[in-house]
């Protein structure tokens, strides 16, 4: 499939604009390994969509060509916020390089990991405050000699991230080390932190794993909350399918890379394709 | 031989020797070591058993003997806990009250205003040697360590080569006063040089940064050692540019100011030398005191902790640590400047590769990542190897292998250094629980940071 | 071209010297490949060798044994063994008293570097200290004929002797890695050291055997360095350095590599003296690191551990 030119919009039956995110015929392998087999995905600006299928699926592998840690050999990734559409992904056919991770970022991406990755040894006010600032541009000079400009822009981060802690209820614990934090307060500092750099789409890697079922209902509620109270776009990797229910308009189903099914919840349960991915048919 | 399910088995004898004699042997060998390195003698080329001869002669073998014997009966009752419980119990209390006392900020204060004082004051009244000390071995080092620190304790990069910088610095002084067998552009004064060695050092640690900084850590250490190594080599052999080995070929001038109707011309003597030089480290320290708690410091804290995350989040995690590199740097050369106009001589022996192990030791030792572990410690260990060779206690030559030893033994039973960050601390504890990482060492497990 | 001329006097020499690195690399490599730490102090080690392989020599002497003849064989013998054997000593010393407790600690690697570091520093200056800081010859053990020539290269006794023992113990270490329970137990714990020692490798006696082996190459390096060149106790520092390029090139964690890339790295240093003054030979080996780190990190034959390619 050829490489798509930016005056063209990607058809989509609900939204005439260009949808906030479109990724196509994405293909990553390792090797001999394939992870992602032309996947096709596209995130309408507002929306909230689930990315769900079996552990292996090539789920987080998509996050990662997203955020530019890894380079699919095939495809292409377009983001469009604020009316500019940027490749995540450029380069001639042979040598293709993704934007690194941090300017994938400064574009308007944001992520939290699977397996939690907060700076441990920092304050939960800290975690959230470095994120914070990446969006200014104070830089070693105005930090050294504390300029006015230095100094309002701290302020100002700091304004932001109380607020962002008042947003997930974690003031109380704003000068706990990381570390010491429960499991699912961490998860939330982890979307805190993420939402300090006021991204357009917001992916979050399995946020539900390892809570319990009340943690389970109040991100629900979180989730929620960013989309209609921040307007963010959630794109979500999921295995707890009461979550994905409750909160995704539309869901995608992975397996073995590739995009096996696609459509609202309850229509996808109900898949018998979705079925077999997890459960096996009933003859082998 | 037994029998399970009717199949033979060989049940193994363990042949584990006895630890309690594998470490009356790690004793012995400990004392024989000791021994060894604090004998006076000096090996030659002819006769090389000389100094084990003269480490180990009839009384001293027994007394080595002895020692190792007494050391391992106290160790292994410490260790069965007749001993230990007793003296634990009665430490603990003090220990509780110390950190009840150093944790105040208030103390901490007091503390640093005592030191500062002491600083301004003292040096008066130590003899012309000890002044030379302070000036041409403390003041340097401690400079040239809390530039490092900025490298090595808060971006987490390993930098063998650093004293590098220090050369390029002093030989742009030498070359900006004119003390180089090259005519310069423009001589200048050496208070003009600083922001000059600053500019250039900037400059040269950006252009070694930039294709190396990406290489994982333990990389980075050998390329930042090959620097040192190939500008070294030059510094050598460019002899119409440096003067080769035997370096400049005119003394490099003195410090002097003609400003504003302040008149003032720095000589030979150590204590106005000792002043410009901590006034320079005060400079220094607020500034970076400053940078360590602005977005800078915390995003390098960031990228140390966890360079995925750090650049998820919108930190660009080379350009910070490029930033530390110059920075680290530029102190450097500021420090070469200083170090040349006070010398006058400089040549390449000045800045061997050894130097920049050691500096490197005097951060880790005072505690990386701390400005006041890293002034106490290079302050320490720069002062008291002096005062020991003043005393005999200790041969100039035999300094570098009790360094050696001191950073070994350090990272063995107290890796945070003397006096660590608190986060330092938390960081080490972490990591051997296993969480975390503690520094930007490591491969980034799922890829590329960018 | 500067190559042209003299390309094969250039080459016996730089093949020799390669050999001596690639002994000195297979350390490096096999450390790396257990325990993903560079060992700074290998180079101490190779010194430990040289120093060794010295005194031996200098007690036959004294004892009376005459360089000549088959008594030459086996002075040459008891140099190369002594000096092999002390180098396995401090090896295994170093991993048990500097970097055993780091690895039950679970230190930061950082930390195992500074070890490393410090380790060298005082090994090196505790030599100096003990052995004098001059840079000592080792006694004439046979007459360094010429035995033949290539293409108008002359090769020598010593060369020939340097080469011929190089290939022999890089051969021996080859059938020990690919052929043996030890080498399966160091390739395994090479892999994934977790699921070795499920497997029942005694992750702690692997390791301790890989540095005494590379401990062991590493010593025998030292003598027949010192053989060809002298011993001193700064005779690791360069050397060391360059050997570590050397086993980056031919890829970090590849045993075959290191023995590919150190004598690689041994013949274009010695062919780029015919185009650069002596004074700059040094610098070879870090623009080989450099371009190597740059453009082909994994080196030439990957990453792997004992398997080719």
């Not at chain 2, 008066?124 to 000036?135: G, T």
């Not at chain 2, 607020?286 to 410091?297: A, N, Q």
């Not at chain 3, 008891?78 to 500097?98: D, T």
Request: hydrophobic share 50%; charged share 15%.
């Amino acid at each position: 499939m050829s490489a798509p030119t930016t005056a063209t919009p990607v058809p989509q039956p609900a939204a005439p604009a260009k949808p906030l995110l479109a990724v196509r015929d994405v293909t990553l392998r390792f090797g001999g390994l394939t992870s992602l087999d032309h996947v096709d995905l596209t995130v309408d600006r507002g929306a909230i969509l689930a990315v769900i299928g079996p552990n292996g699926a090539g789920k987080t592998s998509l996050f990662n060509c997203l955020t530019g840690v890894y380079t699919p050999q095939l495809g292409t990734i377009e983001f469009t916020a604020d009316g500019t559409t940027t490749q995540l992904v450029t380069g001639s056919a042979r040598r293709r390089r993704s934007r690194k991770p941090h300017v994938v970022n400064r574009i308007g991406v944001a992520r939290t990991f699977q397996n939690i990755r907060l700076f441990a040894a920092l304050s939960a006010f800290d975690n959230v405050k470095i994120a914070a600032e990446t969006r200014h541009r104070t830089g070693p000079v105005g930090a050294m000699l504390g300029l006015p400009n230095a100094r309002a822009n701290d302020a100002k981060t700091d304004a932001l991230t109380e607020e962002l802690l008042d947003f997930v209820a974690l003031r109380s614990v704003a000068d706990e080390v990381a570390s010491s934090l429960s499991y699912g307060v961490q998860r939330r500092l982890e979307i805190a932190r993420a939402l300090a750099t006021s991204p357009s789409l917001l992916l979050l890697d399995e946020p539900a794993a390892g809570t319990n079922p009340t943690e389970k209902r109040e991100l629900e509620r979180l989730i929620r909350r960013i989309n209609t109270e921040r307007g963010v776009t959630v794109l979500l990797i999921e295995h707890d399918m009461r979550l994905v229910m409750s909160v995704a308009d539309e869901v995608t189903v992975l397996n073995f890379g590739k995009v096996i099914a696609r459509g609202r919840p309850a229509q996808v349960q109900r898949d018998p394709a979705v079925v077999e991915a997890y459960l096996g048919t009933a003859d082998e | 031989m037994s029998h399970v399910g009717g199949l033979p088995i060989r049940v193994r004898r363990s042949r584990k020797v006895d630890p309690r004699l594998v470490r009356l042997f790690g004793w012995l060998v400990l004392g024989a070591l000791l021994r060894l390195m604090t004998v006076t003698a000096e090996g030659t080329s002819t006769d090389h058993l000389l100094v084990i001869d003269a480490a180990f002669k009839s009384t001293a073998l027994i007394g080595w003997l002895v020692a190792g014997l007494v050391v391992w009966v106290l160790t292994e009752l410490w260790h069965a806990r007749k001993v230990g419980a007793l003296v634990t119990a009665r430490t603990t209390g003090v220990r509780q009250q110390w950190h009840a006392v150093a944790g105040r900020a208030l103390s901490r204060r007091a503390a640093l205003l005592a030191v500062v004082v002491a600083a301004i004051v003292l040096p008066q009244f130590l003899s012309e040697f000890y002044q030379r000390v302070l000036v041409d071995q403390v003041a340097v080092f401690v400079l040239l360590a809390v530039g490092l620190n900025v490298v090595v304790g808060w971006a987490g990069l390993l930098d063998l080569g650093y004293v590098a910088f220090f050369a390029i610095g002093a030989y742009t002084c030498a070359y900006f006063t004119g003390a180089l067998p090259v005519t310069p552009l423009f001589t200048l004064n050496p208070f003009v040089v600083l922001p000059v060695a600053v500019v250039v050092c900037l400059v040269a640690g950006l252009l070694l940064g930039a294709p190396t900084l990406r290489l994982r850590g333990d990389y980075l250490a050998i390329v930042t050692l090959g620097f040192h190594e190939i500008v070294q080599l030059f510094l050598v052999n460019k002899n119409n540019w440096t003067g080769g080995n035997q370096g400049v070929s005119r003394p490099v001038p003195h410090f002097t100011i003609n400003l504003l109707g302040i008149h003032y011309k720095w000589t030979l003597a150590s204590l106005p030398y000792w002043f410009l030089f901590i006034g320079m480290l005060a400079i220094v320290v607020i500034l970076f005191s400053r940078l360590e708690h602005s977005k800078v410091g915390r995003s390098w804290t960031a990228v140390r902790e966890d360079e995925v995350a750090a650049a998820a989040n919108g930190v660009p995690t080379v350009k910070y640590k490029l930033m530390a590199f110059a920075i680290g740097a530029s102190t450097s050369g500021l420090a070469g400047v200083l170090y040349a106009s006070r010398l006058g001589y400089i040549n390449p022996a000045s800045f061997p590769v050894v130097l920049s192990i050691s500096v490197l030791s005097y951060v880790i030792f005072g505690g990386m990542g701390s400005i006041i572990g890293v002034i106490a410690g290079s302050a320490l260990l720069t002062f008291l190897p002096a005062v020991f060779q003043e005393q005999n206690i200790v041969r100039q030559e035999d300094i570098p292998m009790w360094i050696g030893a001191i950073l070994v033994t350090m990272m063995l039973f107290r890796p945070q250094g003397l006096i660590p960050s608190r986060r330092r601390k938390r960081e080490l504890r972490l990591a051997s629980e296993g969480v975390a990482d503690a520094d930007a060492m490591s491969e980034a497990p799922e890829g590329r940071t960018g | 071209m500067c190559l042209s001329q003299h390309f094969w006097q250039f080459l016996v020499p730089g093949i020799t010297l390669g050999c001596l690195y690639a002994l000195i690399a297979i350390g490096y490599t096999l450390v790396y490949g257990v325990l993903q730490l560079i060992n700074f102090a290998h180079s101490e080690i190779f010194m430990t060798g040289g120093f060794a392989g010295l005194f031996m020599v200098q007690a036959l002497t004294n004892v009376g044994v005459v360089p000549s003849g088959a008594q030459s064989w086996l002075i040459m013998f008891a140099g190369i063994s002594c000096g092999a054997l002390f180098g396995g000593i401090v090896a295994f010393l170093l991993e048990r008293v500097a970097y055993r407790p780091l690895r039950r600690r679970n230190a930061p690697r950082l930390i195992y570097l500074i070890t490393a570091i410090g380790a060298s520093l005082f090994l090196f200056n505790l030599a100096g200290k003990l052995f004098g800081r001059d840079k000592v010859n080792i006694p004439a053990i046979y007459t360094n004929g010429v035995v033949f020539t290539v293409f108008g290269a002359q090769v020598r006794v010593q060369q020939l002797i340097i080469v011929c023992t190089a290939v022999f113990m890089m051969l021996m270490l080859d059938l020990l890695v690919n052929r043996t329970k030890l080498g399966s137990g160091i390739r395994a714990v090479a892999q994934d050291s977790q699921t070795a020692s499920l497997m029942g490798v005694n992750i702690n006696r692997v390791i301790s055997q890989t540095f005494v082996i590379g401990g062991v190459l590493g010593g025998a390096a030292g003598f027949l360095f010192g053989t060809y060149l002298n011993v001193h106790y700064q005779m690791g520092f360069l050397p060391g350095i360059k050997a570590f390029a050397a086993a980056v090139l031919g890829g970090i964690g590849n045993i075959r590599g290191a023995m590919i890339g150190g004598l690689l790295l041994g013949i274009v240093e010695s062919l780029s003296q015919s185009c650069m003054s002596s004074q700059w030979i040094d610098v070879v080996a870090f623009v080989v690191l450099i371009l190597v780190l740059m453009f082909r990190p994994t080196g030439i034959l990957g990453q792997r551990l004992g398997r080719a390619a």
